[in-house]
């Protein structure tokens, strides 16, 4: 097992779970995703999916980021700006926060009304970060075949989501 092909392979999928979580990029965690993965190497059990193990690892340091004290400092000590910013929008945060919630919601409705075979496929690539090459071993068909699902699917939920865009 190559270490730089783990990292190649698996590096736009540990972005996307990082962004995903903390809503930001930051390649410190990226970093430490690998780090550990490396330095647990030993106790991955080749029993379950590669992907799934370094996914966890970077869900658990994303969400161990969130929790830090690093974190509440950096968002605690900004300057003034930053803070009255802060506080207009602990004001404005229900109005939006249901706006997003309505918008999400839609969303998934979207992308639950497509037919199965549109649905997998956003589902593994979009939001799951799967590549088009692995997805395509995931359902067992031609990576063409990924292809003319996701733009079909992308073409379809264009069309449904139209007023929110």
């Known amino acids: 097992m190559n270490f730089n092909e783990i990292v190649k392979k698996n590096q736009e999928n540990v972005k996307n779970i990082i962004r995903l979580i903390t809503k930001e990029t930051n390649e410190d965690l990226e970093q430490e995703v690998y780090i550990k993965a490396w330095k647990n190497s030993s106790k991955y059990k080749e029993q379950g999916n590669f992907k799934s193990w370094i996914n966890t690892i970077a869900k ?15 968002t605690n000590s900004t ?30 409705n979207a992308i639950n009304s497509l037919k199965p075979k549109f649905k997998e496929v956003i589902m593994l690539c979009e939001i799951q970060g799967y590549s088009y090459e692995d997805c395509a071993q995931e359902l067992k068909c031609p990576l063409g075949t990924v292809k003319s699902r996701i733009y079909n699917a992308k073409k379809e939920l264009a069309q449904k989501l139209e007023h929110l865009i």
């Open 60 to 74: 658990n340091v994303s969400k161990d980021y969130l929790k830090s004290s690093y974190k509440k400092h950096q």
């Open 79 to 108: 300057s003034d700006e930053i803070v009255l910013n802060t506080i207009k929008d602990s004001k404005q945060a229900p109005e939006l926060k249901l706006v997003q919630n309505e918008r999400q919601i839609q969303i998934i």
